[in-house]
Nanobody, 124 residues
């Protein structure tokens, strides 16, 4: 049973930074596309960043240049560094893993395993 556990969220002022971590157990992270997805209560889940098992990086217009996804396969851990945070970035951030096609990597529903989420709150 693959499990993903996020950590590193918290309360930060606008313009600040955080580094989120996602520890994978029960499987080898290197075989998965890793992605970070966020959700605000009452709204749909939103893809924010992805890193494919082949090494490709995927961002949206709102995250590229500010968010940085990475992984350390030896540590079975993925990361999301979030910089220049804005109040609009406030959400629960979920780590996710899948082995689906690259065409679906930015689909927040194309997920095999979910983490429990970590709250990021950005104050103005």
């Amino acid at each position: 049973q693959v499990q993903l556990v996020e950590s590193g969220g918290g309360l930060v002022q606008a313009g600040g930074s955080l580094k989120l971590s996602c520890l994978v157990s029960g499987g080898y992270i290197g075989v998965y596309h890793m992605k970070w997805i966020r959700q605000v209560p009452g709204k749909e889940r939103e893809f924010v960043a992805g890193h494919s098992s082949q090494g490709g990086y995927y961002y949206t217009d709102s995250t590229i240049g500010r968010f940085d996804i990475s992984r350390d396969n030896a540590k079975n851990t993925a990361y999301l560094e979030v910089n220049t945070l804005k109040p609009e970035d406030t959400a629960v951030y979920y780590c996710a893993a899948d082995t689906g096609p690259i065409r679906s990597i930015m689909d927040p529903g194309a997920v095999e395993y979910w983490g429990q989420g970590t709250q990021v709150t950005v104050s103005s």
